[in-house]
């Protein structure tokens, strides 16, 4: 380095191959503060889950389990925690790991989803709500994936359908996605891209969601002919008029169920 005194001040010349040294070097020591990170955050998750699993097993109920799994009619593995009992672990997982970026948000759910037993991925479920700043567009292919699990059942899709996504459809435009999962040959990504809609009120887009009602109102699944009642039942509320005119039009062409489902309200209401 050589310092030489100009016009009372002081100049500072670096030779170029000193100021490649220095670029080097800090660019390693960025390296390895972000590795150092990076096993941080992984150690984090796995500490969170061992936690979490200890906590789920210590509370485990092994006839509530065999009655929640007639319930759901599945055989995946379940420890027999209902709601009021998982709000305790829920606590001891928030309590127990830092999301802090888009990142460890994901990494947390897979890391939650991918366990066995059912109460593990509905943590994942809770863990994803429970940090609203980062459920965003880039964790759509996310949920997605999740909704397209093989063992898939209400329980699972209606949560990520209606909380997940649809918070994000809310603020970013999915109608390119919503037309083409609504053809999907997946039954439920169907019932995801109808219920997507679910909880926007005013903000609803009325005639997507109408669309899509008759674009699987011939349908035989029962989980699809739901969503279509159940998405019209809560529009009632907002639009009478237009779900009156949509059922009477359509009457011939709805499911019972869908018709029942979605003039519930209206029938309470004397309108129909």
Not at 30 to 56: C, D, F, G, P, T
Not at 174 to 179: C, N, T, V
């Amino acid at each position: 380095v050589i310092i030489s005194n100009y016009r009372r001040g002081i100049t500072l010349m670096t030779p170029p191959f000193l100021v490649a040294l220095l670029l080097l070097i800090a660019l390693h020591f960025s390296h390895s503060l972000q590795n150092q990170s990076s096993m941080v955050n992984r150690r984090m998750i796995k500490n969170m889950v061992r936690i979490v699993q200890a906590e789920l097993r210590d509370k485990q109920d092994v006839e509530k389990a065999a009655y929640m799994q007639r319930y759901l009619k599945t055989d995946m593995p379940m420890y027999g925690l209902q709601k009021p009992a998982r709000s305790q672990v829920e606590r001891l997982m928030h309590n127990n790991v830092v999301v802090d970026s888009v990142e460890m948000y994901q990494a947390c759910i897979e890391s939650l989803w991918g366990l066995p037993h059912r109460e593990e991925k509905y943590l994942a479920i809770d863990l994803a709500l429970k940090h609203q700043r980062y459920i965003g567009i880039e964790s759509v292919s996310l949920f997605e994936s999740m909704i397209r699990e093989e063992y898939m059942w209400w329980d699972f899709c209606d949560p990520i359908s209606v909380n997940l996504i649809g918070r994000v459809a809310l603020e970013h435009n999915l109608e390119p996605k919503l037309h083409q999962w609504i053809s999907d040959e997946n039954m439920w990504i169907r019932r995801m891209a109808i219920l997507t809609q679910l909880k926007h009120k005013s903000m609803i887009n009325a005639e997507l969601m109408f669309d899509f009602c008759r674009q699987r109102m011939h349908e035989k699944e029962f989980f699809v002919r739901k969503a279509i009642g159940w998405v019209l039942r809560e529009h009632s509320k907002m639009d009478p008029d237009a779900v009156i005119e949509f059922l009477t039009r359509e009457k011939s062409k709805l499911s019972g169920l869908s018709y029942h489902e979605g003039s519930k309200v209206l029938v309470r209401q004397g309108k129909m």
